[in-house]
């Protein structure tokens, strides 16, 4: 445990970056794509399945783990890592997210958030300090700060009450954090869709010399361009030095632009919950295998993936399972679609390598276009 926690600029394609940030647990190749393991579990999935499809880190959830099984149950289990089983990095959400998106009747204040259990009603409160707090009990090998995000589109004021909270919690967080050389507190840069808010927060935030930065309040209902455009104003401002997480992202499609414009670390829980809801992320697009012309494929969904969910199930097999609802449709297409993401970040990190990830960005896109095999 007494690597220090570093990032280290391996090579430049234009604005995208190939990297690795180092962390007592282990390397973490960038960019990198962290699986969702919001309760400690990667749905569907065995720990040993994610490892090898090619994940370094996966990501937890400081509200559900709080409330199920509680932050002071995991540590005195030994650790978040210890208790599931997975020894590499876990980066640990904050809370402000998942509290505005899932709990009941929330409160907000300076001094914090107060709210109601999506499970049962139970009512907690939720300040910068105890979400450091927690996140340190679960043992998490990067910590976000609190941070309020406002869904969008929304009232210009709000978005800006919204990030100056943020920034004020960010520096309670720094505090709370304190001195931690092994492990890492990531600020979240807000604003909504406006590049002058993006611009303060991203300063204010700088001039905390964090660790890593991430860009929030993307992806929470405006269209790609919108996004894209913020991560144009926001990226450059950034410094160069420290790795950059954008929040809840996205489509390969949404990885590949971000990729470009300089972010090195996404999470989503696209692969995994389009899984268990029958689609599957392929080379060659999406394929939905609840779909009847399925029914008689003896295809698999990619005969040259190494993931055996790709390439040894037939389509006619995997669309026979989701339409009976077994559990083993979404296992199989949740390992495909977390191996196809972790397939897409290796080629995106050799493209960058190799200097020529536009051409690979476009080759990937126009493959996805072409459609099915
Ligand atoms: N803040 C935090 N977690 C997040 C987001 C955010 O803005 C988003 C937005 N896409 C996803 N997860 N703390």
Same mark, same amino acid.
């Given at each position: 445990?007494?690597?220090?926690?570093?990032?280290?600029?391996?090579?430049?394609?234009?604005?995208?970056?190939?990297? !690795?940030?180092?962390?007592?647990?282990?390397?973490?190749?960038?960019?990198?794509?962290?699986?969702?393991?919001?309760?400690?579990?990667?749905?569907?999935?065995?720990?040993?399945?994610?490892?090898?499809?090619?994940?370094?880190?996966?990501?937890?959830?400081?509200?559900?783990?709080?409330?199920?099984?509680?932050?002071?149950?995991?540590?005195?289990?030994?650790?978040?890592h210890e208790f599931i089983r997975?020894?590499?990095?876990?980066?640990?959400?904050?809370?402000?997210?998942?509290?505005?998106?899932?709990?009941?009747?929330?409160?907000?204040?300076?001094?914090?958030?107060?709210?109601?259990?999506?499970?049962?009603?139970?009512?907690?409160?939720?300040?910068?300090?105890?979400?450091?707090?927690?996140?340190?009990?679960?043992?998490?090998?990067?910590?976000?700060?609190?941070?309020?995000?406002?869904?969008?589109?929304?009232?210009?004021?709000?978005?800006?009450?919204?990030?100056?909270?943020?920034?004020?919690?960010?520096?309670?967080?720094?505090?709370?954090?304190?001195?931690?050389?092994?492990?890492?507190?990531?600020?979240?840069?807000?604003?909504?869709?406006?590049?002058?808010?993006?611009?303060?927060?991203?300063?204010?935030?700088?001039?905390?010399?964090?660790?890593?930065?991430?860009?929030?309040?993307?992806?929470?209902?405006?269209?790609?361009?919108?996004?894209?455009?913020?991560?144009?104003?926001?990226?450059?401002?950034?410094?160069?030095?420290?790795?950059?997480?954008?929040?809840?992202?996205?489509?390969?499609?949404?990885?590949?632009?971000?990729?470009a414009r300089g972010i090195d670390?996404?999470?989503?829980?696209?692969?995994?919950?389009? #899984?268990?809801?029958?689609?599957?992320?392929?080379?060659?697009?999406? !394929?939905?295998?609840?779909?009847?012309?399925?029914?008689?494929?003896?295809?698999?969904?990619?005969?040259?993936?190494?993931?055996?969910?790709?390439?040894?199930?037939?389509?006619?097999?995997?669309?026979?399972?989701?339409?009976?609802?077994?559990?083993?449709? #979404?296992?199989?297409?949740?390992w495909n679609n977390v191996a196809?993401?972790?397939?897409?970040?290796? #080629?995106?990190?050799?493209?960058?390598?190799?200097?020529?990830?536009?051409?690979?960005?476009?080759?990937?896109?126009?493959?996805?276009?072409? #459609?099915?095999?």
């Amino acid at each position: 445990m007494s690597r220090e926690f570093s990032f280290e600029l391996l090579g430049e394609n234009g604005a995208a970056r190939r990297g !690795v940030v180092h962390t007592a647990r282990g390397d973490i190749r960038t960019p990198a794509f962290m699986p969702v393991g919001t309760l400690g579990t990667v749905k569907a999935m065995y720990l040993d399945q994610v490892r090898d499809a090619g994940a370094d880190i996966i990501l937890g959830n400081t509200y559900h783990l709080m409330l199920r099984p509680g932050a002071e149950r995991v540590a005195r289990l030994g650790g978040l890592h210890e208790f599931i089983r997975w020894p590499h990095p876990i980066l640990t959400d904050s809370g402000g997210f998942q509290v505005m998106s899932l709990s009941g009747l929330r409160t907000m204040s300076e001094k914090g958030v107060t709210f109601q259990s999506h499970i049962d009603g139970s009512r907690h409160e939720m300040t910068p300090e105890r979400s450091i707090e927690i996140q340190g009990l679960l043992g998490s090998d990067i910590q976000m700060q609190l941070d309020e995000c406002v869904a969008l589109p929304a009232d210009p004021d709000a978005i800006r009450r919204a990030m100056e909270l943020s920034v004020r919690w960010a520096e309670r967080c720094k505090t709370a954090f304190g001195n931690q050389p092994s492990r890492a507190m990531f600020g979240i840069v807000q604003g909504g869709d406006d590049a002058r808010l993006r611009e303060t927060s991203a300063k204010a935030l700088t001039a905390l010399d964090l660790k890593g930065y991430a860009i929030g309040g993307l992806a929470v209902g405006e269209p790609q361009d919108v996004m894209l455009a913020v991560l144009d104003a926001t990226c450059p401002l950034l410094p160069g030095d420290k790795p950059r997480y954008l929040m809840g992202v996205g489509t390969p499609q949404d990885i590949l632009r971000s990729v470009a414009r300089g972010i090195d670390m996404f999470d989503c829980v696209m692969p995994t919950r389009s #899984g268990r809801h029958g689609l599957a992320f392929t080379r060659r697009g999406r !394929v939905n295998l609840k779909n009847a012309r399925h029914a008689e494929d003896l295809r698999p969904l990619d005969e040259e993936s190494d993931c055996p969910a790709a390439r040894d199930y037939s389509r006619a097999y995997l669309h026979h399972l989701v339409r009976s609802g077994e559990a083993l449709g #979404g296992m199989l297409l949740s390992w495909n679609n977390v191996a196809y993401y972790q397939q897409l970040m290796q #080629g995106i990190r050799e493209a960058i390598e190799a200097e020529n990830f536009p051409e690979f960005s476009a080759r990937t896109e126009s493959e996805w276009e072409r #459609g099915d095999l």
